[in-house]
């Protein structure tokens, strides 16, 4: 192990004084180490800041899909019940019956009551 590691002194040695010279007739210094240390963080940028193309194309407003009368569950029926206690009307029937909580809200459904029902006093 000895002697490998003088023959490999003796090879940079070598190296060092067949190397060129350089305009003031000096040899060249060693060369210099690079900057040890982690490199400086990327700036942090959102998706939406760098306005990357998904391929996805700005969401159908819900006006061109039945507005304010149809279900926002299934986009199909017309906004038939409304939830108790929370009172918002959003589902259609079918719909209605699958849930035990408000689609806007997520407060307990206690029970879904056909608006067609209600009347105002």
Same mark, same amino acid.
């Given at each position: 192990a000895a002697e490998a590691a003088e023959a490999e002194a003796?090879?940079? !040695?070598a190296a060092r !004084?067949?190397?060129?010279? /350089?305009? !003031? /007739?000096? *040899? $060249?210094? =060693? =060369?210099? *180490?690079?900057? !040890? /240390? $982690? *490199? $400086?963080p990327a700036a942090a940028v959102s998706l939406a800041d760098a306005r990357f193309d998904t391929g996805r194309r700005p969401a159908v407003p819900e006006s061109t899909l039945g507005g304010d009368t149809t279900?926002?569950?299934?986009?199909? %029926?017309?906004?038939? %019940?409304?939830?108790?206690?929370?009172? %918002?009307?959003?589902?259609?029937?079918?719909?209605? *019956?699958?849930?035990s909580e408000c689609p806007y809200c997520r407060e307990p459904v206690m029970v879904w009551v056909d608006s067609s029902r209600i009347r105002d006093v």
């Open positions: 003796a090879a940079a !040695s !004084s067949a190397a060129p010279t /350089g305009a !003031s /007739g000096a *040899a $060249p210094g =060693p =060369p210099q *180490a690079a900057p !040890s /240390g $982690p *490199a $400086p279900c926002i569950v299934c986009f199909t %029926h017309p906004k038939t %019940h409304v939830a108790v206690p929370c009172n %918002h009307r959003c589902s259609c029937g079918p719909c209605s *019956a699958r849930m």
